[in-house]
C-alpha cells in the first residue's frame, strides 16, 4: 500500500499555540483495514458552493489513512458534480444526492 502525504493543522491551548505537521502517515503494520469512510459526512452546500471529499480507510486499531487511487462519483451530477479524481463537489442545483468513493477494494457514501 502507498502511503499518501498528510497535512495536519491546530490550534493548541495554553503555551503550545498554533502548529502546522506535514509527512506521511505510515499505520501500524499489524493493523488490517477494516472499512472506509468518506469524509466530510452530511455536508450541506449552497448552490455553487464547492467541497472535497476524500476517502479515508480504517484499520482495526483505530486509526485511518487517507487512500489512494480512489474515485468519486455523485447518484444525480445534475444536482452535484463531483470531478471523479480529485473529490471536489459543486452544487449545481438545489436537491440532495450521495456522494461515493471507492479505492478499489473499499466503497464509502455520504449524502449531500
Do not use: C, H, K, W
Not at 469512510?37 to 467541497?51: F, M, S
Not at 471536489?88 to 473499499?106: E, H, L
Amino acid at each position: 500500500m502507498q502511503y499518501p502525504a498528510f497535512t495536519s493543522t491546530g490550534t493548541g491551548s495554553g503555551n503550545s499555540g498554533n502548529f502546522v505537521f506535514t509527512g506521511n502517515f505510515v499505520p501500524n503494520p499489524n493493523a488490517g483495514a477494516t472499512g472506509a469512510v468518506l469524509l466530510p459526512e452530511n455536508t450541506t452546500l449552497t448552490l455553487g458552493q464547492q467541497t472535497t471529499y476524500r476517502l479515508f480507510i480504517t484499520f482495526d486499531d483505530g486509526t485511518q489513512a487517507e487512500a489512494s487511487g480512489e474515485t468519486f462519483t455523485s447518484d444525480d451530477p445534475g444536482v452535484v458534480s463531483i470531478d471523479p479524481n480529485s473529490g471536489v463537489a459543486t452544487a449545481v442545483m438545489v436537491g440532495g444526492t450521495t456522494i461515493t468513493s471507492t479505492d478499489g477494494t473499499f466503497t464509502a457514501s455520504t449524502p449531500v
